[in-house]
């Protein structure tokens, strides 16, 4: 089995669209949560967003397709840039085309939804003529691979993974597993998520799982005072290498992976089993080849609902006595769905050159039962050398990832 | 037609839209071959582009008059029955 390093990332969040203003501003215990600007949020009874900062994302469209991402949907946008971070970061495949044994795996949860909300609404108005022809290419899954791919000139194999809130986990599990295993000598992946739209809001709103306090401390992951979650955006995507590949090229190792796990199994389709997140921690321990008591935090997912707490249970489960540090960044970002798990991977980075626990924000009271935990609302320095990260979706699919410093 | 006020207005409307130097173009350039990444949907788009700025609808023969920038523009013509094309 072969050892897996990150040698490069790239972000694109609500904090900042590079990693270093991403990271401060997490460890500072900064909100990326306002009030909407894209659109007229006051039918709604949740009128808050975690938007991406604008700063620079103009940028995404240039190269020899700039006007296609240019027409683009944001999640592909974001993708783009944050892809084009990390292989700069890594020195890898800038102007200069990819070495060969590459992969690129990108999570997209629900594509381009503001796309195809504008679509209907441009058809409906102003009849079917006026749909624009770049309308399907905009919003289709699988196109932030693509324009990725198209971007650097990289002509190897590229998987899209869709499963939900766990996508970009996955994306990032499998590309793992993928290098770990010898098949591939290096990947580009994580995730991507941009659907702060009308439609989102109905959607969500409609099974009561936004929050609706409106103020300046929501969400609140793990505090008994959460009502729900804030819609977040975000992109996060990493270099990981084969390690020998990365030390032939001097690429520098910001951190490794070590162990990956998906699992199935829910309650039903919104309902978390803390028995499958459980299983899931579990495996991806086993697959690192780590105890329990080898790890320092657990970047949870715990977006400000109600169901916090399955994950907590299932924590406790898992890590029995250990009690490790718990922290989440989606009281910084809003739920981040698909780009979650991986702007969490980012966050571990920062947590590991930092040596430091970022707070989770919003976090005054935890959840009554789960007192003697170990929840992590102000930032702490701590050692950081093993951390865990776990990503949820809808329809009960679990992935958690394993990662070392370096 | 090289020349005519239709055609030079339509060469400039492309080339508005591809944001590229397109003086190049004659009545017999190949819009296909002789627009540089002119794939299907940017083809499309420049097409409802041009329709926004000379203020006419194509139907769906417009593809049948896309052989050669000379027939698009012979074609744009009788769609605005106003404007002679020569």
């Known amino acids: ?406 | 037609m090289e020349g005519s006020p239709l055609f030079e207005r339509v060469v400039r409307h492309i080339g508005e839209y591809l944001e590229q130097d397109v003086s190049h173009l004659t009545p017999a350039s190949r819009p296909a071959t002789a627009l540089a990444g002119l794939d299907s949907l940017k083809l499309f788009e420049m097409l409802l582009y041009l329709e926004d700025c000379l203020g006419v609808e194509f139907d769906d023969s417009v593809m049948e008059h896309m052989e050669t920038l000379g027939e698009l523009v012979d074609y744009v013509a009788r769609q605005m029955p106003a404007v002679k094309a020569v």
């Open chain 1, 1 to 406: 089995m072969r050892d897996v390093v990150i040698t490069g990332a790239g972000v694109v969040s609500a904090l900042g669209n590079t990693r270093t203003l991403f990271v401060e501003r997490l460890f500072a215990g900064r909100s990326g949560v306002r009030e909407i600007t894209r659109f007229d949020a006051t039918r709604f009874r949740s009128r808050l967003a975690g938007e991406a900062d604008p700063a620079g994302l103009d940028a995404a469209a240039s190269g020899a397709f700039g006007h296609e991402i240019a027409r683009m949907d944001r999640f592909v946008r974001y993708s783009v840039i944050a892809s084009r971070a990390a292989c700069t970061e890594s020195d890898i495949g800038n102007g200069h085309g990819t070495p060969p044994g590459g992969v690129v795996c990108v999570g997209v949860g629900m594509g381009g939804l503001p796309h195809i909300e504008n679509g209907i609404l441009l058809q409906e108005s102003q009849g079917v003529r006026r749909t624009r022809p770049y309308l399907i290419p905009s919003l289709i899954p699988n196109m932030a691979a693509a324009m990725i791919s198209l971007d650097l000139g990289f002509e190897g194999a590229q998987y899209t993974f869709s499963s939900a809130c766990a996508s970009g986990t996955q994306a990032l599990g499998e590309a793992f597993h993928s290098i770990r295993r010898g098949q591939r000598k290096w990947a580009l992946a994580g995730g991507t998520e941009a659907v702060i739209t009308p439609i989102t809001y109905s959607g969500f709103q409609a099974i009561h799982a936004l929050s609706c306090r409106n103020d300046a401390v929501t969400p609140r992951p793990f505090d008994c005072g959460r009502d729900g979650m804030v819609v977040g955006e975000g992109a996060a995507m990493f270099v990981l290498e084969d390690a020998e590949h990365a030390a032939a090229r001097a690429a520098v190792p910001l951190g490794r992976v070590t162990g990956y796990a998906t699992t199935s199994g829910g309650g039903g389709i919104t309902l978390r089993s803390s028995e499958a997140a459980g299983r899931c921690m579990a495996e991806a321990l086993e697959d690192a080849g780590a105890r329990a008591e080898d790890l320092d935090v657990i970047f949870a997912q715990a977006p400000g609902m109600s169901h916090d707490d399955r994950e907590l249970a299932a924590i406790r489960t898992v890590f029995n006595s250990t009690r490790p540090a718990i922290t989440s960044p989606e009281g910084h970002l809003g739920h981040t769905f698909a780009a979650s798990g991986p702007l969490s991977l980012a966050a571990v980075l920062g947590a590991f050159e930092r040596q430091e626990i970022p707070p989770t924000l919003n976090l005054d009271t935890p959840d009554v039962g789960f007192e003697q935990m170990d929840l992590v609302s102000q930032r702490r320095a701590s050692r950081v050398d093993r951390c865990l990260i776990n990503s949820f979706g809808f329809g009960g699919i679990n992935a958690s990832l394993v990662c070392i410093r370096s």
